[in-house]
């Protein structure tokens, strides 16, 4: 049973363009947010996450918004850059302490 | 400051022999993750320690699956005897607290395991 759906599974962006990743949850236990970038070969690293206390969180051209009503969170990343090129995973926590990840979305953003 | 160190970080077996992974986690982090990352697919949590108990291990196939983290500190991951469908990158993280949502999880490179 996935915890946390995430789409699509591939998004394809020009530069510039904006890149949106969407995730969904049942669990309403999860009280924490976080999405990790992964790039080939490499472990996953926590980009910015968001606490269902606020409904949007920005870090430069990252941004999440959160719809606590709706279960669902997504990330934008504005400005998109060939450097953001990487797979995303969503994830939530309960306070049990584990992370349960999405899918992945693997973002290309083309030059 | 060193990142979460992890061997090796590929390894091919043929099914039903046995193989271990290694890893050291972050100084000071008392927490410590195995999880496994089937391609296309995210992390999914094997177990958890807490120092050297474990918090959380509902998810590691036991029969063949076993783990251990002596002093603390260092972890072993071992699958005996392996399957075809444990072929996946085995990731080790690692966190200064017990609760990630107080914190963020700290990932090694990963262990790439392929069964023949």
């Known amino acids: 049973q996935q915890q946390v759906k995430q789409s699509p599974q591939s998004l394809i962006v020009q530069k510039g363009g904006i890149s949106i990743i969407n995730c969904a949850y049942e669990?309403?236990?999860?009280?924490?947010f976080p999405w990790y970038q992964q790039f080939p070969g490499k472990g996953p690293a926590l980009l910015i996450a968001?606490?269902?206390?606020?409904s949007e969180k920005k870090e430069g051209r990252f941004t999440i918004s959160f719809n606590k009503s709706a279960k669902q969170f997504s990330l934008h990343i504005m400005d998109s850059q060939p450097g953001d090129s990487a797979t995303y995973f969503c994830?939530?926590?309960?306070?049990?302490?584990?992370?349960?990840f999405g899918t992945g979305t693997r973002l290309t953003v083309i030059p | 400051e060193a990142g979460v160190a992890q061997s090796p970080r590929y390894k091919i077996i043929e099914k039903r022999q046995s193989v271990a992974f290694w890893c050291n986690p972050i100084?000071?982090?008392?927490?410590l993750y195995w999880y496994q990352q089937i391609l296309g697919q995210g992390p999914k949590l094997l177990i958890q320690?807490?120092?050297?108990?474990?918090?959380?291990d509902s998810q590691l196939p036991k029969d063949r699956f076993s783990a251990e983290r002596l002093k603390g500190v260092d972890s072993t991951l071992k699958i005996q005897p392996a399957k075809l469908e444990d072929s996946a990158v085995y990731l080790c993280?690692?966190?200064?607290?017990?609760?990630?949502?107080?914190?963020?999880?700290?990932f090694g490179e990963g262990s790439r395991l392929t069964v023949l």
């Open positions: 993280a690692s966190s200064p607290v017990k609760r990630p949502n107080t914190g963020e999880l700290f």
């Open positions: 669990n309403t236990a999860f009280d924490y």
């Open positions: 968001i606490r269902p206390d606020v």
């Open positions: 994830a939530a926590t309960p306070r049990a302490n584990n992370l349960f």
């Open positions: 100084s000071g982090h008392a927490t």
């Open positions: 320690f807490q120092n050297n108990g474990v918090v959380d």
